[in-house]
């Protein structure tokens, strides 16, 4: 018995505008393709600005990034079977009672020029074919009959429907990250911004387990579950930093605590980052959202670290952020209850302009501790390393 096959239509964005460079950008995307679908896929021809999937069953492309759309297609070989194909479908959702609306919405997109007839003439005999037989009438806008006609490579991919994607570049075409991944809603939609501009991404995690619970990794886990999927695969590294918070919490003024935290944290994923070889670090920061992410406090934060930090969320405000993680997928699991390092050892009152002096005047005092500790810590994480 014949298998049955499944035929798509991709259609790219921002990789169409990448000239020279748009066959590396249209390499990465094809092998991503075959990452993700693996046996699934029977083949995949790229077809000048959009690409032909045959597939032994019907796949989602949502979660694949650097495609715009993708259809459902009907793989035709001449003018004549589109325009049978057109007929047989609007005669069967006629039929069926399928259209309250006489109206109809019609795309065409001539590919090459090797078939004789432009688009707009294309588009005017489907038009004047479906008037004839059917008394419809042209809609400019979507209707419940939606014709969508592509001529390329001397084939007509006829579709009803344009599914959205999220766009954007193939994961791995910009390089690699190391995301500074928490429990919350931020750093699993940096996560996810960097994704979407190409990177690849690593993720890194910091506890005080057993002072927190193990919800928090639970959860961390399960973001990163979810975050797989676009990243096509990942890796999630855990640093305990529960004895360098108690060391801090002893020996500093806690009006500084955050700060000392996290320039702890930065030094530690800095050094990570070397060892993964990646190119930048990526935080969930968004300006003046919490006490430590004013301009003063960021740079004090980031004094000492040389590797880029990207902060995909500056300008955001929570409920933009909040919107994304509802598409991405995120939300449900950043609503849990789980508590994380970042609640722990928390000042009543934390600085919101650390003066970067000060800071390195204690942290001088306490250095040798300090790099103990972080060496220390550092080790654990690779003893701890998980691959999701």
């Given at each position: 018995m014949k298998r049955k096959r499944y035929d798509f239509l991709l259609k790219t964005e921002e990789i169409i505008l990448k000239g020279k460079n748009r066959p590396y950008f249209e390499r990465i995307l094809i092998n991503n393709l075959k990452k993700k679908f693996k046996d699934d896929l029977v083949f995949i021809k790229n077809i000048g600005g959009a690409f032909w999937i045959r597939a032994n069953d019907k796949l989602d492309f949502k979660k694949i990034l650097g495609v715009k759309n993708f259809s459902p297609v009907l793989v035709l070989n001449t003018f004549e079977d589109v325009l049978k194909e057109i007929e047989k479908s609007i005669s069967e959702k006629l039929k069926a009672s399928l259209v309250s609306k006489r109206g109809f919405k019609i795309e065409v997109k001539r590919g090459s020029k090797d078939y004789p007839l432009t688009s707009l003439e294309i588009k005017q005999k489907i038009s004047d074919f479906i008037k004839?037989?059917?008394?419809?009438?042209?809609?400019?806008?979507?209707?419940?009959?939606?014709?969508?006609?592509?001529?390329?490579?001397?084939?007509?991919?006829?579709?009803?429907?344009?599914?959205?994607?999220?766009?954007?570049?193939?994961?791995?075409?910009?390089?690699?990250?190391?995301?500074?991944?928490?429990?919350?809603?931020?750093?699993?939609?940096?996560?996810?911004?960097?994704?979407?501009?190409?990177l690849k991404v690593y993720f890194l995690h910091f506890h005080s387990y057993p002072q927190t619970s193990k919800e928090s990794l639970e959860k961390v886990e399960k973001l990163v579950e979810i975050l797989k999927d676009y990243n096509l695969?990942?890796?999630?590294?855990?640093?305990?930093?529960?004895?360098?918070?108690?060391?801090?919490?002893?020996?500093?003024?806690?009006?500084?605590?955050?700060?000392?935290y996290r320039r702890?944290?930065?030094?530690?994923?800095?050094?990570?980052?070397?060892?993964?070889?990646?190119?930048?670090?990526?935080?969930?920061?968004?300006?003046?959202?919490?006490a430590s992410q004013t301009i003063q406090n960021m740079k004090v934060i980031n004094y000492g670290i040389k590797t880029f930090v990207m902060r995909p969320l500056l300008g955001f405000n929570k409920s933009e952020i909040i919107e994304l993680a509802k598409k991405i997928g995120t939300y449900e699991i950043s609503l849990l209850k789980g508590d994380d390092c970042c609640s722990l050892f928390i000042p009543?009152?934390?600085?919101?302009?650390?003066?970067?002096?000060?800071?390195?005047?204690?942290?001088?005092?306490?250095?040798?501790?300090?790099?103990?500790?972080?060496?220390?810590?550092?080790?654990?994480?690779?003893?701890?390393?998980?691959?999701i």
């Amino acid at each position: 018995m014949k298998r049955k096959r499944y035929d798509f239509l991709l259609k790219t964005e921002e990789i169409i505008l990448k000239g020279k460079n748009r066959p590396y950008f249209e390499r990465i995307l094809i092998n991503n393709l075959k990452k993700k679908f693996k046996d699934d896929l029977v083949f995949i021809k790229n077809i000048g600005g959009a690409f032909w999937i045959r597939a032994n069953d019907k796949l989602d492309f949502k979660k694949i990034l650097g495609v715009k759309n993708f259809s459902p297609v009907l793989v035709l070989n001449t003018f004549e079977d589109v325009l049978k194909e057109i007929e047989k479908s609007i005669s069967e959702k006629l039929k069926a009672s399928l259209v309250s609306k006489r109206g109809f919405k019609i795309e065409v997109k001539r590919g090459s020029k090797d078939y004789p007839l432009t688009s707009l003439e294309i588009k005017q005999k489907i038009s004047d074919f479906i008037k004839q037989k059917f008394n419809l009438e042209i809609e400019n806008e979507s209707t419940q009959i939606n014709i969508y006609l592509y001529y390329q490579n001397k084939k007509f991919f006829l579709y009803e429907e344009k599914i959205e994607c999220f766009g954007g570049l193939p994961v791995g075409s910009s390089g690699k990250g190391l995301v500074l991944l928490s429990a919350g809603f931020d750093s699993p939609v940096a996560s996810f911004l960097s994704m979407k501009r190409g990177l690849k991404v690593y993720f890194l995690h910091f506890h005080s387990y057993p002072q927190t619970s193990k919800e928090s990794l639970e959860k961390v886990e399960k973001l990163v579950e979810i975050l797989k999927d676009y990243n096509l695969d990942s890796e999630l590294y855990l640093i305990n930093i529960l004895e360098l918070q108690k060391f801090y919490y002893q020996n500093v003024p806690h009006k500084f605590l955050v700060i000392f935290y996290r320039r702890s944290m930065m030094r530690l994923a800095e050094k990570l980052a070397k060892k993964l070889k990646v190119d930048c670090l990526i935080t969930g920061e968004s300006l003046v959202q919490v006490a430590s992410q004013t301009i003063q406090n960021m740079k004090v934060i980031n004094y000492g670290i040389k590797t880029f930090v990207m902060r995909p969320l500056l300008g955001f405000n929570k409920s933009e952020i909040i919107e994304l993680a509802k598409k991405i997928g995120t939300y449900e699991i950043s609503l849990l209850k789980g508590d994380d390092c970042c609640s722990l050892f928390i000042p009543k009152h934390p600085v919101t302009k650390a003066n970067l002096g000060e800071i390195l005047k204690i942290e001088e005092k306490l250095k040798n501790k300090i790099e103990n500790l972080e060496e220390k810590t550092l080790k654990e994480c690779l003893i701890i390393e998980k691959n999701i």
